[in-house]
T-cell receptor, first 114, second 115 residues
Framework: AQSVTQLGSHVSVSEGALVLLRCNYS??????LFWYVQYPNQGLQLLLK??????LVKGINGFEAEFKKSETSFHLTKPSAHMSDAAEYFC????????????FGKGTHLIIQP | NAGVMQNPRHLVRRRGQEARLRCSPM?????VYWYRQLPEEGLKFMVY????????ESGMPKERFSAEFPKEGPSILRIQQVVRGDSAAYFC?????????????FGNGTRLTVT
């Protein structure tokens, strides 16, 4: 079984400040890890994914995430927040083993203060 | 290159009616997934289908819910005799047949409101 915990249902940062969204996972096998972003009234868009290659993964819109096996974490960061980053962010884990293998966290709502 | 298309975007049903949600996957994608999103919750897996086959329906409620992905046409998620608790956003996603390291491509969802 696998699970995802996203710490903080809401995160507020000032425009230009560092964005850090936390994600911890549990998986019985080496996982595949994903971050998705959801803008209001839209579906989810893939930001980035980790599939056992480089531990630091770069995604779209300046986001990146680092896989840390010892901490079972896959935190999402961006050096400088932009107003357009305001959205809901979901971390997801897959064990690659089956159709129901993609498990989502509850999401973190990112608020950008002007 | 059209993405995953879902319709309708919004659907209002009275208790006891039927709801039909449609999903056309991206071109070249043969795998379709349905997820349900409740307020303040993440996405919950419901069902995974390939053409004419239900591969995994472990997330589907045992009653009133059904899904299909026919040889021709969109995938359909059907909810019979809807109740207020069915109100949610329902998302369809598709992927090519290359395994779980292929990301899912999501539609914009159907927001079902049961009155």
């Amino acid at each position: 079984a696998q699970s995802v915990t996203q710490l903080g249902s809401h995160v507020s940062v000032s425009e230009g400040a560092l964005v850090l969204l936390r994600c911890n996972y549990s998986s019985s096998v080496p996982p595949y890890l994903f971050w998705y972003v959801q803008y209001p009234n839209q579906g989810l868009q893939l930001l980035l994914k980790y599939t056992s290659a480089a531990t630091l993964v770069k995604g779209i819109n300046g986001f990146e995430a680092e896989f840390k096996k010892s901490e079972t974490s896959f935190h999402l960061t961006k050096p400088s927040a932009h107003m357009s980053d305001a959205a809901e962010y979901f971390c997801a884990v897959s064990d690659g083993g089956g159709a129901d293998g993609l498990t989502f966290g509850k999401g973190t709502h990112l608020i950008i203060q002007p | 290159n059209a993405g995953v298309m879902q319709n309708p975007r919004h659907l209002v049903r009275r208790r006891g009616q039927e709801a039909r949600l449609r999903c056309s996957p991206m071109k070249g994608h043969s795998h379709v997934y349905w997820y349900r999103q409740l307020p303040e919750e993440g996405l919950k897996f419901m069902v995974y289908l390939q053409k004419e086959n239900i591969i995994d329906e472990s997330g589907m409620p045992k009653e009133r819910f059904s899904a299909e992905f026919p040889k021709e046409g969109p995938s359909i998620l059907r909810i019979q005799q809807v109740v207020r608790g069915d109100s949610a956003a329902y998302f369809c996603a598709s992927s090519p047949p290359t395994g779980w390291n292929s990301p899912l491509h999501f539609g914009n969802g159907t927001r079902l409101t049961v009155t």
